[in-house]
């Protein structure tokens, strides 16, 4: 049974020499929130790409529904991919306004609801009028932003959304993401560097790195299972024994790892160790983050 | 919403949101900030307040649900059982000494406080 | 399908806009010229027009392979149907201009060498080939990025350019050449326009949308 998922398998996918993406599997479903994190570089772009089939994969399959979505425009009415733009045009704004950027998606995506693009365009004063190649990197941003939502897709995928707003617009972006899934129960990915502010809006949270998917969970399942230990070198390791430990730190006589629990398993806190929880950036940086010399 | 006084708290980083959530909701109905059989925040609700996902929302909410501090009225939302303020003192009581002594006598012997000096502090801020 | 629909409706969109802008153009060049010279002729105002045309073609060419496409691809257009939307409209434009070249030729006075059906013929073959070396500089643009195209693009202009003021203009005899072998050269250069839409076909499913 298919039930709308969207489903890759074994994707690869070769730039030259380069594996960027190295057999990735995965499956998404109908209604859920996932975030998609990993370095620069990790290959993101390159997946989402694939998954909206803006790009062909080198090997490996993309499914909607059971039907593979490349070249097929019943699958790809279902899914939008709304990429970056940036001002060197090579996403097509040439010397568009927003306005005719606005107007040409809204011919194109076959369930474009202007109303919510109007709407979002006054909501973030944005100047309808102005050339795309002529806005700052957040504008563009919301740009990028109310073509994904106006899309109004069952699988909408946005890369790096919030680059360029300030802390104010990546809140009430959040906010719009929020209520338009409350609205609609549409699937989103987001892509993001800013990986703590945007944890709490995504149900799922899928970890690549290097052309790898090393996790996909539900995000308060992994943070529940998520510890950081620290104390006496000794006792961490005594506590830790049989674990895999990430991220090592090491200062003097004391010793810092981030593990990951199977389920059954507990650790307390005591007088030499202490036990802490940790938020998702701290768990992406001690899982993808370079090793501390 | 009633009460737009009570949920000012933010959430911290130290501990999974869902709880946060299910503390909060228990620490209003020990205030009195929600009366047994009232009605509570509904998970959208919830999740537009704190901008967090719906289904994080949910997870807080059936903590409760489970542990039979809510009931479900099909069509309507989620209500505070009658009685769950006495269960809930009930089970913090019980939780009390795991979670506050515990770490109080872990503290008073990691810097060398007797058990004796421990309980003469007690009595006189008591 | 209603992809393709929407599609033609994109590309239509895009390019009769894009013709309209030319034409206003066009139209002010002319009458500057032909306000300069006291009156209009064939042999100035068609030449300018169809070199205008030409042009535009070309630059649009350009514009579709380093935006429109891009764009169209990114807002979930299947690239059969970019392909198709795309070369519709490019015909049609380039249709349009030849009509109007085509009136000009037949209704303003002729001071050229040459007869009305030469000049028809002349025409067409000129725009006909521009239509084929829009789809070719398309098709390098997106294998080979933006410089390269450029190339064919530099190149084809310094040709055509060459061509037109040669035979009409300047006279140089390359005129009477051309309407000589003018059946058969219509003949090439529709062969020409169908094998580059078949290199510009190739190009785009091979593109690949970069960040």
Redesign the interface.
């Known amino acids: 049974m298919n039930e709308e998922k969207l489903i890759c398998r074994d994707i690869v996918k070769t730039y030259g020499k380069k594996d960027v993406l190295d057999h990735v599997n995965l499956e998404l479903e109908k209604g859920k929130i996932y975030g998609l994190i990993g370095r620069n570089g990790a290959g993101k772009?390159t997946l989402l790409?694939i998954l909206?089939?803006?790009?062909?994969a080198t090997r490996g399959t993309v499914t909607y529904n059971g039907m593979p979505v490349w070249?097929?425009?019943e699958a790809?009415?279902h899914?939008?991919?709304?990429?970056?733009l940036?001002p060197i045009?090579?996403?097509?704004?040439?010397n568009l306004k927003v306005k005719e950027y606005l107007q040409?998606?809204s011919?194109?995506?076959?369930n474009w609801d202007n109303e919510l693009a109007k709407h979002l365009v006054e909501k973030f004063e944005l100047d309808e009028k102005k050339k795309i190649v002529k806005l700052s990197k957040g504008m563009m941003s919301m740009v990028t932003i109310i073509c994904a939502l106006a899309?109004k897709?069952d699988y909408t995928f946005l890369?790096e959304p919030v680059a360029g707003l300030d802390v104010v617009m990546r809140e009430y972006f959040y906010r719009v993401l929020l209520d338009e899934f409350a609205d609609s129960g549409r699937t989103f990915v987001i892509s993001t560097h800013i990986i703590e502010e945007a944890s709490d809006v995504f149900e799922e949270v899928i970890m690549l790195d290097k052309g790898k998917i090393i996790l996909k969970e539900n995000t308060q399942e992994l943070l529940d299972r998520s510890r950081h230990i620290s104390g006496k070198a000794e006792e961490v390791d005594a506590m830790t024994a049989g674990m895999k430990t990430f991220h090592v730190e090491k200062m003097g006589r004391s010793k810092g790892v981030t593990v990951l629990l199977e389920p059954g398993q507990e650790l307390k806190q005591t007088a030499d160790v202490s036990v802490q929880q940790m938020n998702l950036q701290q768990v992406f940086v001690a899982l993808c983050g370079k090793e501390v010399e | 919403m009633k009460g737009d006084e009570r949920m000012n708290e933010i959430l911290t980083q130290e501990k999974s949101i869902y709880l946060q959530i299910s503390e909060m909701i228990e620490n209003d109905i020990l205030r009195d900030i929600i009366l047994e059989e009232e009605k509570v925040p509904s998970t959208n609700e919830l999740a537009k307040l704190y901008a967090i996902n719906p289904a994080t929302a949910a997870k807080g909410i059936n903590i409760l649900v489970d542990s039979g501090v809510l009931y479900k009225k099909r069509g309507i939302g989620m209500f505070v059982a009658t009685g769950a303020k006495e269960e809930i003192k009930k089970r913090k009581q019980a939780e009390f000494a795991d979670k506050y002594i515990k770490t109080l006598l872990m503290e008073a012997e990691s810097i060398g406080i007797t058990k004796e000096e421990l309980i003469r502090m007690i009595k006189q801020s008591v | 399908?209603?992809?393709m629909k929407?599609?033609l409706?994109?590309w239509g969109?895009?390019m009769e806009k894009y013709f309209i802008t030319i034409c206003f153009l066009a139209v002010v060049m002319c009458l500057m010229m032909g306000l300069m010279q006291g009156e209009f002729s064939i042999d100035i105002t068609a030449a300018y027009i169809s070199l205008i045309g030409i042009l535009a073609v070309m630059v649009q060419a350009a514009?579709n392979a380093?935006?429109?496409?891009?764009?169209?691809?990114?807002?979930?257009?299947?690239?059969?149907?970019s392909l198709v939307g795309m070369q519709v409209f490019t015909h049609i434009v380039v249709l349009q201009f030849m009509l109007i070249t085509m009136l000009i030729v037949k209704y303003l006075p002729n001071y050229t060498s040459f007869e009305t059906k030469e000049l028809l013929l002349l025409y067409s073959f000129f725009f006909l080939t521009s239509c084929g070396a829009g789809n070719g500089v398309c098709a390098v643009i997106l294998r080979f990025g933006k410089s390269a195209g450029m190339w064919i693009y530099v190149i084809y202009i310094v040709l055509i350019v060459f061509l037109e003021v040669g035979s009409m203009v300047a006279d140089l005899g390359i005129g009477a050449v051309l309407v000589k072998s003018s059946v058969w050269g219509i003949f090439a250069a529709v062969i020409f326009d169908i094998v580059m839409i078949g290199l510009c076909a190739k190009a785009i499913q091979k593109y690949?949308?970069?960040?």
């Open positions: 772009t790409s909206s089939a803006q790009n062909p070249e097929n425009r790809l009415d899914i939008c991919f709304s990429r970056e940036n045009g090579s996403q097509g704004q040439s040409a998606a011919i194109v995506m076959p899309s897709a890369d | 399908m209603k992809g929407r599609s409706l994109y969109r895009l514009n380093n935006y429109f496409l891009p764009q169209a691809i990114s807002f979930g257009s299947t690239r059969k149907e690949e949308v970069r960040a």
